[in-house]
């Protein structure tokens, strides 16, 4: 057990439709990354926060955002869904103080399947 | 962009063969992370390599940092059954005020009881 967790573990979803998914992450730290893993794109980085401020941006689409919140839970909002978006999100958090060499803990995932 | 490879993308063993990944950056590395995805699960953080030439064991897994630093292997002697999973490597680059992982592609080790 990581410490971050990830609800829900699994979404069932339409084309066209929205969803939210949440993470807490390890106490103690401020970081939080999301991921997003398909079966062709590996372990792709969308975006991080770091103590409720956005630190990072990667390949995340403009119909997805996200939010840390003052007790640093993060939410990944996922809008416009296509069938493609199906796929396994990640969160993990860090201490975020370490630079490059921050390590990074990993929840259990979300599935999302969009039908 | 930086990209990360990692080879082999499979590798299925017989219980108590060794198992050997690579990983390449196109760029140097500050260091090189390593993480274990079981089946169904999530990845696990293994190790982090910082010096050139490094190289670090645990138990049966031995890590190494290339003298270039960029590149890495892991190599795991007398696999058993409990080793499946996806290995994959990860290298920080610099985003915006922070740093990104990028990871590898993994590679996915069967073993063979």
């Known amino acids: 057990d990581s410490g971050v967790t990830q609800t829900p573990k699994h979404l069932i979803t339409a084309t066209g439709q929205r969803v939210t998914l949440r993470c807490s992450p390890r106490?103690?730290?401020?970081?939080v990354y999301w991921y997003q893993q398909s079966l062709d794109q590996g372990l792709q980085f969308l975006i991080q926060?770091?103590?409720?401020?956005?630190?990072a941006k990667g390949n995340i689409l403009e119909r997805f955002s996200a939010q840390q919140f003052p007790d640093l839970h993060s939410e990944l909002n996922l809008s416009s869904l296509e069938l493609g978006d199906s796929a396994l999100y990640f969160c993990?958090?860090?201490?975020?103080?370490?630079?490059?060499?921050?390590?990074?803990?990993f929840g259990p995932g979300t599935r999302l399947t969009v039908l | 962009g930086q990209q990360v490879m990692q080879i082999p993308q499979y590798q299925h063993v017989q219980e108590g063969e060794d198992f050997t990944t690579y990983c390449n950056s196109s760029t140097t590395l500050s260091n090189i992370q390593w993480y274990k995805q079981r089946p169904g699960g999530h990845p696990v953080f293994l190790i982090q390599?910082?010096?050139?030439?490094e190289v670090k064991k645990q138990k049966r897994l031995t890590f190494q940092f290339g003298e270039a630093k960029k590149n890495s292997s892991l190599h795991i002697t007398a696999t058993q059954t409990t080793d499946v999973g996806t290995y994959f490597c990860a290298g920080p680059t610099r985003v915006d005020s922070s740093y990104k992982l990028i990871f590898g592609s993994g590679t996915r080790l069967l073993v063979r009881p």
């Open positions: 926060y770091y103590n409720g401020e956005e630190r």
């Open positions: 106490s103690g730290d401020l970081s």
């Open positions: 390599l910082v010096k050139s030439g």
């Open positions: 993990a958090s860090s201490i975020g103080l370490a630079g490059s060499t921050d390590t990074q803990y």
